[in-house]
């Protein structure tokens, strides 16, 4: 998989070249190239920000060295990428997006600053407006490379265990179980007996029992009932009924 990204600060990428993401890159399983805006305008200054038409506070992004950076790389690359603008009033970024993006061979994040870019670009280009969350941030490099990240994981290869990914939160539609390693005790907190029983079956059990327990609790907007097992449904009337206990 190929992600291009255009920026004014292609120094704050430096995340992406260590851990998993980092080392995608180096066995050629993912490819990253960073851009910088400024090497697509056209005058002295290299300006590539504007006063706002109507007045009001801050700047605004020029369009032209968007067109020409996006058509610089389209131009280097076969197909179409899909194209990507963080923005606060963008679609809100979940699992089920980064899963839809792992599986476009080519991704290109034009990331803001300032008020934001020209409209054009997001008329123009056919760009899609995604959002990591209801507040703002003062540019679109760290949404990028939040998408990055969360898209790397998904493609095959990258992350070395693919049923980690799998088990994950969201991925089932289910927060996570409770992870532990050792000792079996620290600190007087023990961990839960099952888990060293070396019992497969209870144990899968317990996972998902808790996992329901977890999404319940903490997010229950994610507890999508008509999706559940019947196994799904008996463990949560267990959940239920040790509550009222
Ligand atoms: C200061 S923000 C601009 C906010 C814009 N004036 C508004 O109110 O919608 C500058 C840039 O940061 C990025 N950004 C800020 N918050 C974001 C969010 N929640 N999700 C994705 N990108 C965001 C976008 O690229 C945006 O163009």
Excluded: N
């Excluded at 038409?53 to 950076?69: L, R, S, T, W």
């Excluded at 994040?109 to 507040?135: K, M, N, T, W």
């Excluded at 990028?144 to 991925?171: H, K, T």
């Amino acid at each position: 998989m190929r992600i291009d990204i255009i920026t004014i600060f292609p120094e704050a990428f430096t995340p992406l070249e260590v851990s998993i993401v980092g080392r995608a890159r180096e066995r050629g399983v993912l490819e990253v190239h960073v851009h910088d805006l400024r090497d697509y305008t056209a005058d002295r200054h290299r300006q590539v920000d504007d006063t706002p038409y109507g007045g009001g506070p801050g700047m605004v992004m020029k369009p032209e060295p968007f067109f020409a950076a996006v058509e610089a790389i389209r131009q280097e690359t076969q197909g179409e990428p899909r194209l990507l603008l963080p923005s606060p009033q963008g679609r809100p970024l979940t699992q089920a997006v980064l899963r839809e993006f792992s599986r476009a061979p080519h991704l290109l994040i034009l990331c803001g600053h300032y008020e934001g870019i020209d409209e054009r670009v997001a008329e123009g280009l056919g760009v899609e407006e995604i959002s990591v969350g209801d507040y703002v941030l003062s540019g679109g490099e760290l949404p990028a490379m939040v998408i990055v990240d969360g898209v790397a994981r998904l493609v095959p290869g990258v992350v070395g265990d693919e049923q980690s990914v799998a088990a994950e939160s969201f991925s089932g539609g289910l927060l996570d179980f409770p992870h532990y390693t050792r000792p079996p005790e620290f600190r007087r907190m023990r961990v839960p007996e099952v888990l060293l029983s070396g019992h497969h079956e209870a144990i899968r059990r317990w996972r998902r029992k808790e996992q329901l327990r977890r999404t319940r609790r903490r997010r229950p907007d994610l507890l999508k009932r008509e999706t559940l097992s019947d196994e799904d449904r008996r463990l949560l009337e267990e959940i239920e009924r040790e509550e009222l206990l």
